[in-house]
C-alpha cells in the first residue's frame, strides 16, 4: 500500500511560481513511476507531468517549459516546481504513484491563479 500527502498549492498571480511537494510512504519509492495530474472543474484529470524510475520525464505540451518534476529517492519525495503561471493552470493536483502496475492517488492541492 502507498500512500501520497500533497502540499504546496495555493493562490497565485499570474506569472508567478509555486512548488508542489508529494511525500509518498509505503512500497519502495525508488520503484514507482511518479507523476502529477490535474482536473479543473467539469473537466477530466489529465496527466501534467511523470517520471520515471530512472528519472526521464514527460510533460504535457501545456506546460512543457514552464512546468519541472523532480523525484528525491531519498527522502521518497516528488515535486512539481512551475513557473510563468497562467490562469488556465487553475485545478486541483494530484500526485500519482504506479507502483508495480497498481495506482495510487493522494488527496490533491487546490492551485489557483488569479490576479
Known amino acids: 500500500q502507498v500512500q501520497l500527502v500533497e502540499s504546496g498549492g495555493g493562490l497565485v498571480q499570474p506569472g508567478g511560481s509555486l512548488r508542489l511537494s508529494c511525500a509518498a510512504s509505503?512500497?519502495?519509492?525508488?520503484?514507482?513511476?511518479m507523476g502529477w495530474y490535474r482536473q479543473a472543474p467539469g473537466k477530466e484529470r489529465e496527466l501534467v507531468a511523470r517520471?520515471?524510475?530512472?528519472?526521464?520525464?514527460n510533460y504535457a505540451a501545456s506546460v512543457k517549459g514552464r512546468f519541472t518534476i523532480s523525484r528525491d529517492n531519498t527522502r521518497t519525495m516528488v515535486y512539481l516546481q512551475m513557473n510563468s503561471l497562467k490562469p488556465e493552470d487553475t485545478s486541483v493536483y494530484y500526485c500519482n504513484a504506479d507502483h508495480r502496475g497498481v495506482i495510487y492517488w493522494g488527496q490533491g492541492t487546490q492551485v489557483t491563479v488569479s490576479s
Open positions: 509505503g512500497g519502495i519509492f525508488s520503484e514507482n513511476i
Open positions: 517520471i520515471s524510475r530512472y528519472g526521464s520525464t
